[in-house]
């Protein structure tokens, strides 16, 4: 029998793993203190009584119904009933702006949408009235009707789940009937982009797109052996972000369970408890979680600071003689000692058991790859777009690269363009923006996928993904990338963050500006410079300086450039 892996639509795979895999633990929740399995038979009754409820509220094939919500198995439960009822999820971010929500709700027509906290109802309630064909809240938490004012009717979960169960004689049969008729071709979702480039683009996705995802997951990693069905993801990304939404479906592809994490900030207290096998994550939580770890190394008794800092050398000597292809008996023994000592103890606290974990998103600093590698936390970076569903490339435990976004998945496509561009073809690649000619011309072209990323291959393969092409910096005529210039600034160590943006100048038509977030409170703007000058060609050396106590980011961690771009522009314009 053909693995549930390649099935055609992800309406195939929900029915076929509830079918064959019925009685297996699909997901792990915490309630009450404890964490209770949830059975992939649990939760198709839960969706199909869902899909139900939506379908008795009037829900149809083709609509767009949106999810306002944080990650959790409401989240996926909500998802999976949408596409029972033959509707089209539209996530939108918990922590979007009320304006960029109106926005969302107005662009893809929401009639019917599921929130579920208090704040975010409010939100939506504060801007119903600019949302007219919002008609129905649907809430997992206990509220009143009469303390939301607001041009839409509000209804528990309980109450459709309830409203489903009551129904299913007259809707169950439509249910399956829809699982079973999804199409290839069919749209799944439509991704709103974080707003990294300016207003959100509504990324329209397949199954097809999807399914490719899941079939090159599968052969990359599960064929070769270096997972299996067994396995334990504890998720903690937003689902409205495509590399969320990519891991809340692998249980369904792959057959691995799933625990969500009660919040960010339980997560390193939930890595513990649940044990994951396999992590999927972002630099930003390794950046905190190395920061973490330091800070309590180098602030502990003199004899543990000193023994880290061994540890810390030992590791990175280790790694480099293992790349070399020859590693000194002593070293090995020396390593063997420091993992026993120092680096098991960083390891049990993310559960002890993990295989390995995949980062996306945004870069990875190769220090901070290597500092948990040493430690037995072995980190793959990969690359993706929510235009491309998620990874289109990955490093594996067979093939990997430290600083690069590792080789393309098998069925992927790429060129590079004469000015750096990565060009992809793919069945993962989005069909089109919603309503949206004009960007759905300017990104897909003769079948070629142009992802305003620029990059270079090395002679193996790897790819190193250089910087965006719309945050490249024009210094008299030279070609300046942001990501060059925040990597030197961030090795000085006074620095805790650094975006760097090209603002205008009369003589160069563009300079460089940093905007710094000190982790040392004597920094100055002239040791930064110099620091700069060190390292970098003088066209590429900041002339101007900005600390400031944070920097504007998208909803998992990515620094927003354009904002700061904006800013200074604006600046000029007054």
């Known amino acids: 029998m053909q693995s549930i892996a390649y099935s055609k639509t992800i309406g195939e795979a929900f029915l076929r793993r509830y079918q064959q895999n019925g009685a297996r633990m699909a997901y792990m929740v915490k309630k009450d203190g404890a964490w209770r399995p949830v059975t992939y038979a649990e939760n198709y009754q839960t969706v199909r009584r869902l899909t139900c409820g939506l379908m008795n509220l ?45 926005y969302i709700l107005n662009h893809a027509e929401i009639g019917t949408m599921f ?6 109802l409010l939100k939506i309630a504060s801007i119903s009235s600019q949302c007219p064909a919002l008609k129905t809240v649907i809430v997992s938490f206990d509220v009143s009707p009469k303390d939301v004012k607001g041009g839409f009717q509000v209804i528990h979960w309980n109450k459709l789940h309830d409203d489903g169960l009551n129904s299913e004689g007259k809707f169950g049969h439509r249910f399956e009937e829809n699982l079973k008729g999804c199409k290839p071709d069919d749209v799944f979702t439509i991704c709103y982009t974080s707003g990294t480039t300016g207003l959100p683009k509504g990324v329209v996705l397949t199954h097809d797109a999807i399914v490719s995802t899941m079939e090159d997951t599968h052969k990359v990693i599960v064929q070769p052996g270096f997972a299996t069905e067994e396995e334990l993801l504890l998720a903690f990304l937003p689902m409205s972000h495509i590399l969320g939404k990519w891991e809340s479906l692998l249980p369904h592809f792959l057959g691995w369970s799933q625990a969500f994490a009660e919040s ?5 207290a939930n890595l513990g408890e649940v044990k994951p096998t396999l992590w999927v994550s972002v630099p930003r939580v390794f950046e905190k979680a190395y920061s973490r770890i330091n800070t309590m190394a180098l602030e502990g008794p003199p004899v543990k600071k000193a023994m880290f800092q061994w540890a810390v050398k030992t590791g990175k000597d280790f790694l480099a003689a293992l ?52 430690a037995g936390i072995i980190i793959y970076e990969g690359y993706g777009l929510t235009e491309t569903c998620a990874p289109v490339s990955v490093n594996l435990p067979n093939a990997n690269r430290v600083g690069s976004v590792g080789k393309l998945m098998p069925e992927v496509l790429c060129r590079i363009a004469e000015d750096g561009e990565i060009l992809l073809k793919s069945r993962k690649c989005v069909r089109e923006y919603y309503k949206n000619p004009d960007a759905t011309a300017e990104s897909l072209r003769d079948g070629w996928f142009y992802t305003g990323d620029i990059a270079r291959m090395d002679e193996d393969g790897y790819f190193f993904i250089v910087d965006r092409k719309k945050d490249m910096i024009l210094v008299s005529g030279f070609n300046v990338y942001p990501n060059e210039i925040e990597a030197v600034v961030a090795m000085h160590p006074g620095v805790l963050e650094v975006a760097a943006v090209g603002v205008p100048d009369q003589k160069s038509g563009e300079a460089v500006k940093i905007f710094v977030v000190k982790k040392d409170a004597e920094l100055t703007a002239d040791v930064l410079i110099a620091h700069c ?42």
């Open 323 to 374: 790349d070399k292809g020859s590693v000194p008996p002593m070293l090995k023994l020396e390593y063997a000692l420091a993992s026993k000592v120092v680096f098991s103890k960083i390891k049990a606290r993310f559960g002890g058991r993990l295989k390995f974990c995949v980062s996306g998103s945004a870069p990875l600093s190769p220090d901070i790859q290597r500092f948990f590698t040493a």
């Open 533 to 574: 000058r060190q390292q970098l060609t003088g066209y590429k050396v900041p002339s101007q300086v900005e600390f400031r106590n944070d920097l504007p980011k998208t909803n998992v961690g990515k620094i927003l450039r354009r904002e700061l771009r904006d800013e200074e522009r604006k600046k000029v314009a007054a």
């Open 264 to 268: 960010l900030d339980t997560l390193l």
């Open 58 to 102: 009037g829900v149809k094939k083709g609509e767009r119904v949106s999810i306002l919500a944080n990650t959790s198995l409401a989240w996926t439960q909500f998802d999976m009933a949408i596409l029972g009822s033959g509707g089209i999820t539209v996530p939108i971010y918990p922590t979007n702006t009320p304006e960029d929500c109106a």
């Open 115 to 120: 929130v579920d906290d208090y704040k975010n």
